[in-house]
Nanobody
Framework: VQLQASGGGLVQAGGSLRLSCAASGRTLSMYDVGWFRQTPGKERDFVAAIGGSAGTTYYADSVKGRLTISRDSAKNTVYMQMNSLKPEDTAVYYC??????????????????WGQGTLVTVSS
């Protein structure tokens, strides 16, 4: 499956963005999909994930209540609605997909496919 992340941009603190992760080649609902973010010199950190089967969602503590991950199967796309953005949310955001055999949603190592990343910049 090929993934295309989009929707990043520059926004003021307190603002909102919606990131999209569009898939081609395979039906995205067959996979668990996660969002990760990375800043220069740091590791890629888990942000949110959605299960492919039941659609269960998972969030990092730092984003709970502000970010919402969802799936549109008809569009073969996963979204992440980002509200109440903070300067510390500034990062390159990557979407990734993995098969269902692993119940670990939080580690980059279990994801099989990655999008190219989209930059989110939150100004103070």
């Amino acid at each position: 499956v090929q993934l295309q992340a989009s929707g990043g941009g520059l926004v003021q603190a307190g603002g909102s963005l919606r990131l999209s992760c569009a898939a081609s080649g395979r039906t995205l609902s067959m996979y668990d999909v996660g969002w990760f973010r990375q800043t220069p010199g740091k590791e890629r950190d888990f942000v949110a994930a959605i299960g492919g089967s039941a659609g269960t969602t998972y969030y990092a503590d730092s984003v709970k209540g502000r970010l919402t991950i969802s799936r549109d199967s008809a569009k073969n796309t996963v979204y992440m609605q980002m509200n109440s953005l903070k300067p510390e949310d500034t990062a390159v955001y990557y979407c990734a997909a993995k098969r269902w055999y692993s119940s670990n949603y939080y580690s980059t190592a279990v994801y099989d496919y990655w999008g190219q990343g989209t930059l989110v910049t939150v100004s103070s």
